[in-house]
C-alpha cells in the first residue's frame, strides 16, 4: 500500500461517498461535505434503507443503495453505521477501488472487549489487503477547506491559501483547531481526526504534511503512537523541513488512563517524550491557543529576536509586560540616547516614560502612537516592537481601532525588516463583555500580528526565536 500517494488521492477527491447518512442526526455527513458539492465535486448519498433517500435527495443528493452501484471511481468515503456493519461497508470499498475511507464509529479496540478488537483486526485486514486507506475508526476524517472536504457541518471552508496542516486523535479538538484558526488569523491547508489509526497513523499524516508544498506549518494533537521509533524518525526529519508544533497529552496518570479509553493509546513518560521533542527540534505546545498562537507568529513574524521595544497602556502594565517579556527570555533594553532626544522632543514626561517599556502613547492619540513606533523601529537597539491596547479602550470610539491599525500599518511598511506585533489588554479599562477575539480579528484582517494577552504573546514569539535558532530553514515573510 503506497500510503502517501492515499492520502493526496483522498485529500483531493473528486468523488466522495457518504454511507449511512440519516434523517434523525439531520444527514450530518452529508451536509460536512455539501460544499463539496457546491464546489463542483460529487457526492453520492449510499443507504440501502430507502426510507432515508427523501431526505436526502431534497438536500440535492443522489441516493444509490451501494458503493458498487456508483457509476465512477470513488475517491473518498465516510461511513457512518453501526461498527459492527463497517466491516461490509469496507468489502464494498475494496472491491470498488476507493482511496481512502473514514469511519466515523467507534467501538473497535479501545473497548477492550473481545469484540471490538476482533472488529479493528477485520478493519486492518480489509483495508490492507485491499490496497485502500482507512481513516480511523473513532475520528472525524479528513479536513480540506479549499475543496469543501469537512470533518463536521460547522466546520468552515473556503480557505485557498492554506498553510497550516495538523492532525488530531481527536474529533472535537480537530474541530476546535479548523474552526479556532480562523479566529487566530491562521489559513488551514488540511487537517485530519485519525482515533485510532489502525491502518494510517500520526506518523503516515507526519510523513504526508512534511512532505506537502502547501503545508507550512504543522500543528499535532496526539495521546500516543503506535510505533515509536518510526515516529521518531519522522519527526526528525519533518521538523528539519518546516516548524512541527506537538499537543501531547498523558503526562498524568489520570490522561494517561483517559487517553487509553479513548484511543488505546499507550502512555510514554513525559520526560521521554519532551526529550524526543528537543532531539527532533520539533515544538512543545501545551492548549489549542499555544499552538494557533506559536504557528501564526512562525508564520507572520518569523524570527523576532531578542531585544524588545515595549509600548504599554500604563505605567502599572509598564513593570508587567516588561517581566511577562523578560520571563521569556527577551531583553528589555534601553532606547537610544538618540531616539529618547527625538521622543523628548515631542513628549511631555508627566505621566509617561521614555524608557523601555515606554508608558501610553497609544492612549494619546495615533499621532503620537506612529511618531512614537517610528522612533523605535528606526532603533537598532531593538529587533522587535511590541505595542498593547487595552481592548475595551479601542472599541470605546468607533475610530480609535481602525486609526491605530492605520498606524501600525505605517510603520511596518516603512520598516519591514523590523516585526510589529500587537497584545491585548482587557483590564484597562476594565470592560465587561468585550469582544476582545473580535478586535484581534481587525488586526489579523490588516495583516497584523495580534495576540490576546501579553502572556501569549511573549510565549508564542519565545518559540519562534527558539525554533530559529536551531533551524536554518527559512520561513516566508521571515528576514
Known sequence: MDIQAGLERAFHPKVVAVVGAKQDNDYMWLRAHGPFKEFGGKVYHVNIDEREWPGAEELGFQNVSSILDIPEPVDYVAISVPNVVV?????????KGVGGAHIFAAGFAETGTEQGQQLEDAVYQI???????????????????ALGIRPGRDVPYGETDGYFSFLSQSGTTAMSIASGAPANGIAVSKGVSFGNGTVVDATDYLRYYAADEATEVIGMYLEGVNDGPAFFEALREAAARKPVLVWKVGSTTESAR???????????????????????????????????????????VGDPGVNAALIAVSGGHSGK???????????????????????ASYAEIEGGSFSNPIEGPSARGPERLGRTLGVLARDDNFDLLVAEFGAGAVKQDDNALAERIEVLQQVRDEQPDKPIVTVLSTDIPYVEGVDIQGVAREFFEAGLPCFLSMERGAVALRKAREFQQRSTWLLPNSA
Open 258 to 300: 483517559a487517553g487509553f479509553a479513548h484511543t488505546r493509546s499507550e502512555a510514554v513518560p513525559s520526560e521521554l517524550w519532551d526529550a524526543m521533542l528537543t532531539v527532533c527540534g520539533a515544538i512543545k505546545v501545551s492548549s489549542i491557543e499555544e499552538m494557533l498562537e506559536t504557528a501564526m507568529a512562525l508564520r507572520v
Open 321 to 343: 509586560i516588561a517581566d511577562v517579556f523578560g520571563q521569556q527570555g527577551f531583553h528589555i533594553p534601553a532606547p537610544s540616547p538618540e531616539s529618547i532626544e527625538e521622543i
Open 87 to 95: 466491516p461490509r461497508v469496507l468489502q464494498d470499498c475494496a472491491t
Open 127 to 145: 483495508a490492507t489487503e485491499g490496497d485502500f486507506l482507512v481513516i480511523g475508526p473513532n475520528g472525524m476524517g479528513l479536513y480540506n477547506p
